[in-house]
């Protein structure tokens, strides 16, 4: 059971440059998210997606955007990285109001 | 702001103890969550309350929910070394998959 994947898994950046997180599930889920975490902290939403077809801001959407190719996987894109995008970046899936599944994270450095 | 907010943001306790940790929210709410997350790995589900209910267990978890006073409570029983974590409460807001917000959890020690 693959559950929620996520790649890359580490990344270094230089400040300016882009790059997209990718993220797929495999339990048909109809929504999905993405969080930042940044250390000693909770979780800030950046985007989610309801259902396919829709994406909707988090919390702290400034700087990101996202795309839900289909119904499996949704993408994060750092247009141009900025130092304070340095955070571990958590894709999750879940069914209506239910528990959230996770993936085990990417963790970004931008330098 | 964030929505859930835990208390205490650090507590350290002696293996075999309880250990009881708060979450506070601002808005009406569908239903609460609780997660752990062990250093350096995902958030892990652990329990879900719904509005409608007061109280929950699962194994040595139990759960309350007062919807007057906005707040939950997470009690660990007959803590073990390995329920060392971190904690987040999270909370959906309707029936619908919206959006769900955590706060920055609370840092759990069992020594052993």
């Known amino acids: 059971n693959a559950g929620v994947t996520q790649t890359p898994k580490f990344q270094v950046l230089k400040t300016g440059q882009s790059m997209t997180l990718q993220c797929a599930q495999d339990?048909?889920?109809?929504?999905m998210y993405w969080y930042r975490q940044d250390p000693g902290m909770g979780l800030r939403l950046i985007y989610y997606s309801a259902s396919e077809g829709t994406t909707d801001k988090g919390e702290v959407p400034n700087g990101y955007n996202v795309s839900r190719l289909n119904k499996r996987e949704f993408s994060l894109r750092l247009e141009s990285a900025a130092p304070s995008q340095t955070s571990v970046y958590f894709c999750a899936s879940r069914l209506a109001a239910g528990e959230l599944f996770f993936g085990e994270g990417s963790r970004l450095t931008v330098l | 702001s964030q929505q859930g907010e835990e208390d205490p943001q650090a507590l350290s306790i002696q293996e075999g103890e309880n250990a009881t940790m708060n979450c506070s929210y601002k808005t009406s709410i569908n239903n609460l969550q609780w997660y752990r997350q062990n250093s350096g790995r995902g958030l892990v589900h652990l329990i879900l309350i719904r509005s409608n209910e007061r109280e929950k267990h699962s194994g040595r978890l139990r759960v309350t929910l007062d919807t007057s006073k906005k707040s939950s409570s997470l009690l660990i029983t007959a803590s073990r070394a390995a329920d060392t974590a971190s904690y987040f409460c999270a909370t959906a807001y309707n029936t619908n998959a919206g959006k769900s917000t955590f706060g920055d959890g609370t840092t759990l020690t069992v020594k052993p």
């Open positions: 339990m048909n889920h109809n929504s």
